[in-house]
């Protein structure tokens, strides 16, 4: 009896999202401005070990060691992206 209820349901879903344009919508947008979604990308990957060394900086009054973790983070997301990513766009 579950199967036939997970059958009307996944029909009724596909049926739905059948009759939205919702996706071709949002790739149409994304499209439209994939500089911009690029940049974005670009710059989240490139300052976020920033963020979080702030993040941790302000955390160390509080608790040390949550304050060392995040620092541990950051130091990671720094390597991560200036040598393990060889094909980042930020480095230009």
């Known amino acids: ?3 036939k209820k997970g059958t009307r349901v996944k029909k009724a879903v596909e049926k739905i999202l059948d009759k939205t344009t919702v996706d071709e919508k949002v790739v149409k947008h994304v499209n439209e401005n994939r500089s911009l ?3 974005i990308l670009c710059y989240t990957k490139c300052y976020s070990g920033y963020v979080l060394a702030l ?3 302000l955390t160390f009054c ?3 060691w949550i ?3 995040l620092l ?3 130091a990671g ?3 991560w992206v200036t040598h393990c990513n060889k094909n980042t766009k930020c480095k230009k």
């Open 62 to 64: 509080s608790n040390t």
């Open 67 to 69: 304050g060392l973790g």
């Open 37 to 39: 979604y690029n940049k």
């Open 1 to 3: 009896m579950s199967r």
């Open 72 to 74: 541990a983070l950051s």
């Open 55 to 57: 993040i941790s900086g």
């Open 77 to 79: 997301w720094a390597y």
